[in-house]
């Protein structure tokens, strides 16, 4: 009980000392997270569609060890390992109500990327007008959201008993997201994982932000730290069973928007962060809440219908046998 007491102190204590709240240092911690994992996910995946092409569908492994010997799949590895230390950072010094939602802009940059690399490639899609309107409906509602929140910082530390009821019905959530894709003719099977990959997604971003509270020394003996692995590590799983299990069209939409507002959802009860209140601020949050949710969606919806390239992560059914010729009488 004594160690339980020592963390829920911790947990109604501010901000460690030498990281003071800043807003400012946050947001552009978060939009440089948000450029990093856009980099990443453009260059992956022009990798692996360049690698695969002489590959025959289905070849997982053969493709991943092309990839792993791949200069510029190996470099976008590394912009993802920039982003996740970005995104750390900025959980260290700004509320998770405005992180998670700036992170949600990496969606925007990588089509900017995607379109400026692609352009280069005749036979490679385009992003068109229904993409950028989509794109340019998240910036402006993003902005929004930032501006009209101006939320007041809670604590540095999770309230250990709400962030263990949340991380329970993310666990939840994913047991039964299996147990319906493990049914033979169950439908919507990549929608299911689709929503237990997004939820636990973010669970793991407010874990995150208690898990940078902490000194480096006390990494190992934070209980949030396995934590912060656990939900990770299966977010990462059902992310990839949920492509496996269905087109992209049907789970990476919902993936997008829930991670964002699972995390805003829940930093009140964990942390104790709550948003400006007033007529003026309300309605501009709630405006750009939804903005920023259809926007989302929208533009992934949009993106993985156009997707015609990627990595083939299942094997694909037979094709069907040609019908024979029927013989010319002579």
């Keep these: 009980m004594g160690g339980v007491a020592q963390v829920q102190l911790l947990a109604a204590q501010g901000p460690p000392p030498g990281a003071a709240p800043n807003l400012g240092l ?6 440089l997270s948000a450029c990093a994992f856009a980099v990443s996910t453009v260059v992956q995946h022009r990798a692996a569609t360049a690698a695969g092409e002489d590959l025959p569908q289905g070849a997982v492994l053969r493709l991943v060890g ?54 280069r490639h005749a036979d490679r899609v385009l992003p068109e007008r229904g993409q950028w309107i989509a794109a340019g409906v998240v910036a402006v509602t993003l902005g929004l959201f930032v501006v009209s929140a101006m939320p007041r910082h809670g604590s540095s530390y999770a309230d250990p008993t ?47 932000k208690d898990v940078v509270a902490h000194p480096p020394a006390e990494l190992l003996t934070s209980w949030t730290t396995y934590l912060l692995l656990v939900s990770g590590a299966a977010s990462i799983v059902f992310a990839q069973w949920a492509y496996q299990s269905g087109a992209l069209i049907e789970c990476l939409p919902v993936m997008a928007v829930l991670e964002p507002l699972v995390a805003v959802g829940l930093a009140a009860p964990v942390y104790g962060e709550q948003l400006a209140p007033g ?30 390239t990627g990595v083939p992560l299942a094997v694909p059914a037979p094709a069907p046998a040609p019908h024979p010729h029927p013989r010319r009488r002579g």
């Design 26 to 31: 946050a947001v552009l911690l978060a939009l």
């Design 66 to 119: 092309k990839l792993v010997r791949n200069r510029a799949w190996i470099a976008g590895q590394g912009a993802a390992l920039a982003g996740f230390l970005l995104h750390a950072a900025a959980l260290k010094f700004g509320p998770v109500v405005v992180v998670q939602p700036l992170l949600s802009g990496g969606l925007v940059i990588s089509l900017a990327l995607g379109a400026v690399v692609d352009r």
């Design 162 to 208: 709400a962030l263990l009821a949340c991380a329970g019905g993310a666990a939840l959530l994913m047991v039964g997201a299996a147990l319906w894709a493990l049914r033979p003719d169950a439908p919507h099977k990549a929608l299911a994982l689709g929503v237990a990959a997004g939820g636990g997604f973010g669970i793991t971003g407010l874990v995150l």
């Design 279 to 308: 007529f003026l601020a309300t309605t501009g949050q709630v405006v750009g809440v939804v903005g920023l949710v259809v926007g989302v969606a929208v533009l992934a919806r949009r993106t993985a219908a156009r997707e015609t």
